[in-house]
């Protein structure tokens, strides 16, 4: 897994530019916090449950069916609306669902460990890129974490994650100030 710093700065992010205005930040928040949700699941290692089980890391606490209910229990708690399923609604939803699975996503492009049960739980079929996988795997625990092998993942998941989120952020911020300047430009010689 890259490290939940790394998880959190994803979608925090991934809401910053697409998140509707009306309750921004706590959207904000909230995304950078489920997408560090599924890491819950370490505690399985100290359960005793394999790391290949379906309730094993990187299993069913990676999918989309857990990312679909995270995000569904987060809207009852945080943005009950009546009636529900309106425009912004869902645009929060995908948000939320989105961040959960940027997590599996973000382990799919790691270097070690097993792949992400997408599909769970209906198969535990584990997942990772084909092609690609430059991100070094984290450590788990917090001892292994502050040693060398922690500096060198924290150097690789800048080097393929910070950089790209920070720099697609920035345009996409970019892009809204365009878009915003253009409509005002728009109203002012109608
Ligand atoms: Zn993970």
């Given amino acids: 897994m890259p490290t ?9 992010a991934l809401a910053g530019v697409s998140a509707p205005s009306a309750g921004r930040w706590k959207l904000i928040l909230l995304c950078g916090l489920v997408s560090v949700i599924p890491d819950l699941d370490v505690i399985s290692f100290y359960l005793g449950i394999p790391y290949a089980h379906m309730l094993g890391h990187r ?78 795997v984290s450590p788990i625990g917090m001892n292994s974490f502050f040693s060398e092998r922690g500096a060198a993942v924290m150097m690789s998941e800048v080097k393929h994650i910070w950089i ?11 892009l809204l100030l365009l878009l915003f300047l253009r409509s005002r430009k728009t109203l002012k010689t109608d």
Avoid at 4 to 12: E, K, N, S, V
């Fill in 164 to 174: 790209p989120v920070l720099l697609c952020t920035l345009g996409g911020l970019g």
């Fill in 59 to 136: 299993g069913l606490s990676h999918s989309l069916f857990c990312a679909f209910v995270v995000a569904l229990v987060v809207m009852e708690i945080f943005f009950r609306v009546d009636p529900p399923a309106t425009l912004r609604w869902w645009r929060r939803f995908i948000l939320l669902f989105l961040s959960v699975v940027s997590h599996g996503a973000l382990d799919a492009l790691t270097d070690g460990g097993l792949g992400v049960a997408f599909l769970a739980p209906f198969s535990n079929e584990r997942f990772f890129f084909p092609f690609w996988r430059p991100v070094k």
């Fill in 4 to 12: 939940i710093f790394t998880h959190a700065l994803t979608a925090a």
